[in-house]
T-cell receptor, first 113, second 115 residues
Framework: EADIYQTPRYLVIGTGKKITLECSQT?????MYWYQQDPGMELHLIHY???????EKGDLSSESTVSRIRTEHFPLTLESARPSHTSQYLC????????????FGPGTRLTVT | GDSVTQMEGPVTLSEEAFLTINCTYT??????LFWYVQYPGEGLQLLLK?????DKGSNKGFEATYRKETTSFHLEKGSVQVSDSAVYFC??????????????FGGGTRLMVKP
């Protein structure tokens, strides 16, 4: 059973607000990822991290930022939310021994009005 | 670059029907291949994997065979259940590509199984 958590599960927020989506894992995994999932279900990698103090941008350009101060925690922040940010955000993690087997959190569904 | 193409859905089947979801890939190296499943309201879960040509991955009655000659990794199940209703993602990782072991996902195929 994967132990990766995301909060909140659902968020409705107005344009211009600053938001942080939380992601935590208790498996001690070094690698963590953020994906954006559009309504057509396609997944886009927006950020990833190899470990503490490491952050990289993914394939899809995103206005969000991430930080990795602790191994278990990989929050995603939007400084000023816009309707175009409305989407499902999925966090995942993996360890170095099996880095292509990713464990996913349940997701945060964000709606910006 | 690497890419994964899977059949568009939704795929609608009656319970106990045979399932095939097609997946083909393009890769520069020697990828590992995966099927992930996403049940409603949840994140993705690894369903099965195969790491080299002719390997067969299997789990929960699902199976897929790594076919290098046709660059395919089709998902099959002999008798689907209502509880199999979900979105299925084919994916690859290619340690020889610039992306290293990052996963490249297909667009997902929604399966709906009716009682």
């Amino acid at each position: 059973e994967a132990d990766i958590y995301q909060t909140p599960r659902y968020l409705v927020i107005g344009t211009g607000k600053k938001i942080t989506l939380e992601c935590s894992q208790t498996m001690g995994h070094d690698k963590m990822y953020w994906y954006q999932q559009d309504p057509g279900m396609e997944l886009h990698l927006i950020h990833y991290s190899y470990g503490v103090n490491s952050t990289e941008k993914g394939d899809l350009s995103s206005e969000s930022t991430v930080s990795r101060i602790r191994t278990e925690h990989f929050p995603l922040t939007l400084e000023s939310a816009r309707p175009s940010h409305t989407s499902q955000y999925l966090c995942a993690s993996s360890d170095w021994a099996r880095e292509d087997e990713q464990y996913f959190g349940p997701g945060t569904r964000l709606t910006v009005t | 670059g690497d890419s994964v193409t899977q059949m568009e859905g939704p795929v609608t089947l009656s319970e106990e029907a045979f399932l095939t979801i097609n997946c083909t890939y393009t890769a520069t190296g020697y990828p590992s291949l995966f099927w992930y499943v996403q049940y409603p309201g949840e994140g993705l879960q690894l369903l099965l994997k195969a790491t080299k040509a002719d390997d067969k991955g299997s789990n929960k009655g699902f199976e897929a065979t790594y076919r290098k000659e046709t660059t395919s990794f089709h998902l099959e199940k002999g008798s689907v259940q209502v509880s199999d209703s979900a979105v299925y993602f084919c994916a690859l990782s290619d340690r020889h590509s610039n992306a290293g072991n990052m996963l490249t996902f297909g667009g997902g195929t929604r399966l709906m199984v009716k009682p």
